[in-house]
Nanobody, 127 residues
Framework: QVQLVESGGGLVQAGGSLRLSCAASGRTFSSYGMGWLRQAPGKEREFVAGISRIGGRTTYAGSVKGRFTISRDNAKTTVYLQMNSLKPEDTAVYYC????????????????????WGQGTQVTVSS
């Protein structure tokens, strides 16, 4: 099992940046595929970015590609999401999630396939 705690959300102007962190507890952090997902008001939860459990290969939703960067530090058992050039449509609750059965070099794209979730952190982008 793993427990996840997000931090770093807040209010930012369009064009600004935020860096989200997800601190994980557990001895097997490196065994999980990790992802960031978000849910905006009135919308379903959607995949944002993922990073594989081996090799740190990354995958991004088309809407954030080129603006967001996911990374992981296995020694610190932490995953990050650097968000640049933020847009009002990025406003959502952002969740860190872990997939215990992720393929070794791939990302999990379906929210219902993740096994563990953080509490979420609100990101609001004003125009």
């Amino acid at each position: 099992q793993v427990q996840l705690v997000e931090s770093g959300g807040g209010l930012v102007q369009a064009g600004g940046s935020l860096r989200l962190s997800c601190a994980a507890s557990g001895r097997t952090f490196s065994s999980y595929g990790m992802g960031w997902l978000r849910q905006a008001p009135g919308k379903e939860r959607e995949f944002v970015a993922g990073i594989s459990r081996i090799g740190g290969r990354t995958t991004y939703a088309g809407s954030v590609k080129g603006r967001f960067t996911i990374s992981r530090d296995n020694a610190k058992t932490t995953v990050y999401l650097q968000m640049n050039s933020l847009k009002p449509e990025d406003t959502a609750v952002y969740y860190c999630a872990a997939d215990a059965t992720a393929p070794p070099f791939g990302a999990t794209l379906r929210p219902d396939e993740y096994d563990y979730w953080g509490q979420g952190t609100q990101v609001t982008v004003s125009s």
